[in-house]
């Protein structure tokens, strides 16, 4: 037992479908349960960064720093193992997902102090195509009102893999509003960009 509370914890920030209320928080439930995580508390991004949506509403967060927004999100500590099934499910290994190191305050306090911590930011690999999709814009935080479309992955076209979901995201058509719903019904049938596949 004194080893368990001596294992290093990573420290995640969570602003998208792993917070309270969200569809993978289930995730994190499940590690909570079995010891593998515990929440720390409200926090925001010490600096500015992009938080956007790419298909089925899906949030991304891109290490572009002093664009966007200060992005409010979910810190929790994280065990080794919990990390595995954390990185499992934003697709490290597959180059959906980045697990960088990021810097956030805590919600309430006149003087906050800077953590350091990490989060899962979209792949370099399209993510300054992913910005540019979504009009250099980006949100504060991703709330009900973000998330309203967003697409479970077991309701996604199958035959598609996430990647070329993005890529059909990012080459379909620009809306006059970008952060509108792209379900597969909007998405064109147009091979997704070398760029967004080669990693």
Known sequence: MGA???EKKTIIFTYGTLKR???NHVLLQDMIAAGDASFLGVYQTADRLPLVCGPYRVPFLLNFPCSGERVWGELYAVSARGLIRMDELEGITRAHYERLPIKVQPQ???QPEVTMAEAYYAHRNYAEALWKRNGEKGYSCYSEK????YVKRKDRPQHLTFLEQIGRFISSDQQENPSSCYCNKHLPAASVPIN????
Do not use: Y
């Open 4 to 6: 368990e509370k001596a």
């Open 21 to 23: 209320g969200f569809s």
């Open 108 to 110: 309430a306090q006149a």
């Open 146 to 149: 973000e998330a309203k479309g």
């Open 196 to 199: 967004v596949v080669n990693h």
